[in-house]
């Protein structure tokens, strides 16, 4: 059965920076464009932080009528790789977004970027050092001490022009010389003490491949690949708040010399942090090539990978990302924000079905041998236009292992010796016996059901508890995975640990041998459910064993809806 639709309202956002956008439009800035982007390096899987950038760079184009480029900002070869590139095409689409023919590479401009440089050789604002890194370090100064210039920072403009012409050429090797841009040694901002333009790498680039040996930094393809695009405005997180100086320098530097298409503005944002949660691409590599996950999508990380696979919706996303805002103070959100989010989505949309996690054999004694009834199953309450299917029922059930108890303490409304309780949507069942191992373990319940019970009769009768179950001959065995939080730290290396340290070692439970009821087994891939009094699970997307796999989404019990409540929120 397709999947209805999400019925998340697309809340329109209000944030500091619409509030921008709307001002410039207004008074005819930019030339009444609005162009955006979403720069990722492709140097990692994108994750739940990028998607904040995402939702909020597309969000503001379609808002204003504009667009938004995906632009890859694959400056630095020896980290990128193309299995990142597809990934991220992949991922900015199942959000929901569609830069159309908007597709561009930094790398493209690569060219252009080199001859701009010469350019500012040549009118006296770029030069090459030959310092060492470190010594550049120690003449770069502090925050309380000012720098002090290179003893190259003054040779001749012919003199740069042919050293940097030979770096190019491949005549040195890696760190011999960089370029900097000839800016103020003395500056409050250490940024604009003489930045480094470009390095000598003698590397190969997973598109240009061997074509270049020298690669500029961010700081000097950013703006620029930014005002050939002809990008209005730049969203950027508030780390580069401290860079938009030189952010402007570059892009004024070069305005002159052709080829921009705007004047772009950078605009700083607060990054989402998400509690028990890291977005560090370095942390998160690690964790993949240690193996301590899966994969990028291993659905316990916070990729959007991770989060697909896991069996999040996009719709709950980018709702997420809504509700979280925009703004210019750094804070960090609780992850329990995230869960409600997609368990909301889910409630309004998820088809419900049986499944039974850890199975106890149940023989109804007074129910024919051989007979199979069809009882009556609701697809979702939330949505009558769900409909209901026939759910079969026979002699030989299986119910959760953790609904019963033998010596059970007061208020335990399931199963124990003697005691009723409701099979979801059939009858009232009672223990009669209990068959048990060895060690005193249940592993078989001998029950009687109360025949003149079925659920929507009439002169059904009322006990308290409600137990689901499956029909042993008609279940099907599936694995299923239950993830917990991958860290059991709320804030993952602080005090300056390593974050891989504070890994929950309970965040993956594997569960074989669960039965599923029949409906289940035909699930395809990516599809969702909710396996009742369970949760919300997802058919897993890569899976390639017989029998079918589940990824727990989310539990059902919402800790959000809790603390919102106690807040009055
Ligand atoms: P790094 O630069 O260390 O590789 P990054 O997370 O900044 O990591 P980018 O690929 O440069 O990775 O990010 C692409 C865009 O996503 C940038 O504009 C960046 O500001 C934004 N972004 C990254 N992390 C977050 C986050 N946690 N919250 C919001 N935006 C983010
Ligand atoms: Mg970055």
């Not at 994750?47 to 995906?70: D, Q, R, T």
């Not at 010469?118 to 100064?141: C, F, H, M, N, P």
């Not at 002090?148 to 090797?173: C, I």
Request: proline content about 6%; some cysteine; aromatic content about 10%.
């Amino acid at each position: 059965m397709p999947e209805p639709p999400s019925t998340v309202e697309p809340t329109r956002p209000q944030d500091f920076i619409r509030e921008i956008v709307a001002e410039d439009l207004k008074e005819g800035r930019h030339g009444r464009r609005v162009n955006t982007r979403f720069p990722p390096e492709p140097n990692g899987y994108l994750h739940i932080g990028h998607a904040k950038s995402i939702c909020l760079n597309f969000g503001v184009a379609e808002e204003f009528g504009g667009h938004c480029n995906l632009r890859f900002d694959d400056t630095n070869p020896t980290k990128e790789d193309v299995e990142y590139v597809d990934s991220i095409q992949e991922d900015v689409r199942w959000l929901g977004f569609d830069w159309t023919d908007r597709l561009f590479y930094a790398s493209d401009y690569f060219e252009q970027m080199y001859q701009y440089a010469e350019r500012l050789i040549v009118e006296g604002k770029a030069y090459v050092d030959s310092l060492t890194a470190d010594q550049i370090r120690e003449y770069r100064g502090s925050l309380t001490a000012p720098g002090r210039n290179s003893p190259h920072r003054d040779r001749p403009v012919e003199e740069s022009l042919a050293l940097f012409r030979q770096m190019r050429a491949g005549t040195f090797p890696d760190g011999a010389h960089v370029l900097r841009a000839k800016i103020d040694m003395a500056s409050p901002n250490i940024n604009m003490r003489d930045p480094t333009l470009y390095r000598i790498r003698h590397a190969t680039h997973h598109r240009t491949h061997d074509a270049w040996c020298i690669y500029p930094t961010y700081d000097y393809a950013h703006p620029i690949s930014d005002a050939m695009e002809g990008i209005t405005h730049s969203l950027c997180t508030l780390e580069f708040e401290d860079h938009r100086p030189l952010y402007d320098w570059v892009v004024d530097s070069l305005s002159a010399a052709g080829g921009f298409h705007s004047r772009p503005q950078q605009i700083e944002f607060a990054r989402l942090n998400l509690n028990y949660t890291i977005m560090s691409k370095r942390k998160l590599l690690a964790l993949v090539e240690q193996e301590l996950v899966r994969g990028w999508d291993d659905p316990r990380m916070p990729t959007i990978a991770g989060l697909r696979r896991r069996g999040y919706t996009p719709e709950a996303v980018r709702d997420f990302c809504t509700r979280i805002g925009v703004a210019k103070k750094e804070n960090v959100v609780d992850v329990a924000l995230l869960e409600h989010t997609v368990r909301e989505d889910l409630n309004r949309r998820a088809q419900r079905g049986l499944a039974v996690l850890r199975p106890l054999r149940v023989e109804i004694e007074n129910y024919p041998e051989g007979q199979v009834e069809y009882v009556e199953a609701v697809n979702n309450p939330e949505d009558p236009s769900a409909g209901s299917r026939k759910v079969p029922f026979s002699r030989v059930i299986y119910i959760e292992a953790d609904d019963f108890m033998k010596e059970p303490p007061k208020k335990f409304f399931r199963l124990s010796p003697g005691s009723e309780v409701r099979l979801r949507y059939a009858y009232i069942l009672k223990c009669e016996r209990v068959i048990t191992d060895g060690a005193g373990t249940p592993i078989e319940l001998k029950c009687t059901i109360d025949t003149e019970s079925l659920a929507g009769a009439t002169a059904s009768r009322r006990v308290k508890g409600t137990i689901h179950w499956v029909s042993a001959a008609h279940a099907v065995d599936a694995e299923v995975r239950l993830y917990d939080r991958l860290f059991r730290s709320e804030d993952p290396g602080d005090g300056g640990r390593d974050p891989l340290t504070d890994l929950n070692p309970d965040s993956l439970t594997v569960l074989t041998g669960c039965k599923l009821e029949s409906m289940l087994a035909g699930a395809s891939a990516g599809s969702r459910f909710q396996f009742e009094r369970q949760g919300y699970f997802c058919a897993d997307l890569n899976s390639s064993a017989s029998a079918p796999v589940f990824n727990r989404t989310v539990t059902l019990k919402d800790s959000w809806a809790k603390i919102s409540a106690k807040a009055g929120k």
